[in-house]
């Protein structure tokens, strides 16, 4: 891009040409935030993608949440600005040996976390995200039999919390597990007062510590809602941004939990998600690529379980 290119003015001038609409994940860059018509968490996300009147959806965040919108909205153009904005959990599951897995419990009911690709989508019966997942594991019958994929960590929270036993895939997102014990120990002493707040993708030895545990939306919710001076904020860094913002004025005093030395971030970020650049969207709506497409046989199956997802949610 030409560097006298405005490219704010420009994606401003080309989504309403388009007829586009540009929705964004919590955890990307806050300048993307700052441009997206709807920021959201993945059950938000995928109900945008479905009801939206825009021609096309830019999709800034990682490769499953396109394949989600496209699998909603066949008929939509489905872009995102970087086709190599994957996801560890995602890669965790692929989809033959899933499929193999499965075929061992055939008498189980198969709920994913939304965080997997259109195949695994294909072979679940219902799709949950971190804030949905209880509430539609509490409508199951108790005796129901479950395998949950691919988040192990994300599975025993639910587990745990519905009281059911399930059989877990063993994936991971590799943010959320990388956030240090020892250095939260350290903080937690620097700030005793502080409340722990976490999301579900972390590990048990994080989340019995938390004081609240949710999806990102909730996250916000809590501690905008919450008359509390500090929070400590286990998840993804780029929800700072809207946290902040929300913040504003409160006095309330927002820290992010550390991440161990294997992130180049001192608190978490997800490489992924940090893929999305104000640029590469200018040129994701320009160029209407990369496109996301997903072959008719495995989105009709997907729709299956993604929409039973969006029922049970009501
Ligand atoms: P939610 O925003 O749905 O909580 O998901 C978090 C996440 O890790 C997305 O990749
Ligand atoms: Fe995947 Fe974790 Fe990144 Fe979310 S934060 S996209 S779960 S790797």
Known sequence: VAP???????????????????????????????????????????????????DMIVFCGVHFMGETAKILSPEKKVVIPDLNAGCSLADSAPADKFAAFKAQYPDHLVLSYINCSAEIKALS????????????????????????APDANLGRYVAKKTGRDMVLWDGACIVHV???????????????????????????????????????TAILKFVAETPHDEFIVATEAGILHKMKQAAAGTGKKIIPAPATENNTCACSE???????????????????QPEITVPEDIRLKAYESVNRMLEMSK
């Open 4 to 54: 006298e290119v405005d490219l704010v003015a420009e994606i401003n001038r080309l989504r309403k040409e388009k007829n586009a609409v540009i929705l964004a994940h919590y955890y990307v860059d806050g300048a993307i935030q700052d441009l997206a018509d709807y920021i959201g968490d993945s059950l938000g996300l995928s109900q945008q993608a479905a009801a939206t009147p825009a």
């Open 125 to 148: 019966d219902i799709i949950v995200t971190s804030s949905n997942a209880v509430k539609i594991v509490e409508q199951l019958p108790k005796d129901q039999k479950i395998i949950f």
């Open 178 to 216: 990388d956030i240090s014990e020892a250095k939260l120990k350290a903080l937690r002493e620097k700030y005793p007062n502080a409340l722990l707040v976490a999301h579900p993708e972390c590990k048990d030895n994080i989340l019995l510590q938390a004081d609240f545990v949710g999806s990102t």
């Open 270 to 288: 997800c490489p992924y998600m940090k893929m999305n650049t104000v640029e590469k969207l200018y040129n994701a709506l320009l160029y209407e």
